[in-house]
């Protein structure tokens, strides 16, 4: 019998709120300040036509879709890898903190930006962006490149969006001296 009291205090509440006096507060939240959605420990994989190009990884992936300018942060890190129609990791790319703008589909990845691509060449570099819709891949900061048979170093660089043919700005270079004659 104890529940009847419970059962009349709810009817009363229920009856209660259904009145069209309810006030109710309604704060307005800044959409460049307060992200839309937050999310832990992402794993996730992109397709592109049923097959699987991407692989994304962050601690974690905040998203600003009410902002002036959208965007998602990832402000403990990113960590990219492509795969090629075999599934065999292709090229990699990993940076402290990234940012996507998505009206633009411009990517701007920041802090200690290293890659790998389809060859095997490594790149270094403190900032980088990638734009989607021009395919290109750019950089006004130092950029340090291992390749096989010489390393490469410069203030800024252009590059295509597997970044297999690129153009480095103001370059310094460390090249093999094997096979070169000296004159003096």
Request: proline share 4%.
């Amino acid at each position: 019998m104890r529940r009847l009291p419970l059962v009349i205090a709810l009817i009363c509440t229920l009856l209660l709120g259904c009145s069209d006096d309810i006030a109710v507060a309604r704060e307005e939240i800044d959409g460049n300040v307060t992200p839309t959605m937050v999310t832990d420990s992402v794993n996730s994989f992109v397709s592109d036509s049923g097959i699987t190009r991407y692989q994304i990884e962050a601690p974690k992936w905040l998203m600003f879709d009410e902002a002036d300018e959208p965007y998602w942060l990832f402000p403990n890190g990113l960590s990219l890898k492509q795969f090629d129609d075999n599934m065999t990791v292709s090229s990699t790319l990993v940076s402290d903190t990234a940012r996507y703008f998505s009206r633009k589909k411009l990517w701007k990845l920041d802090g200690n930006v290293r890659m790998r691509n389809i060859d095997g060449d490594k790149f270094l570099t403190n900032q980088m962006f990638w734009d989607q819709y021009a395919h290109k891949v750019y950089s006004d900061s130092f950029i340090h490149i291992e390749r096989d048979d010489r390393i490469l170093e410069g203030f800024g660089f252009t590059s295509n969006e597997q970044i297999t043919v690129y153009t480095i700005r103001r370059p310094t270079g460390i090249f093999p001296t094997e096979g070169l004659q000296t004159r003096i």
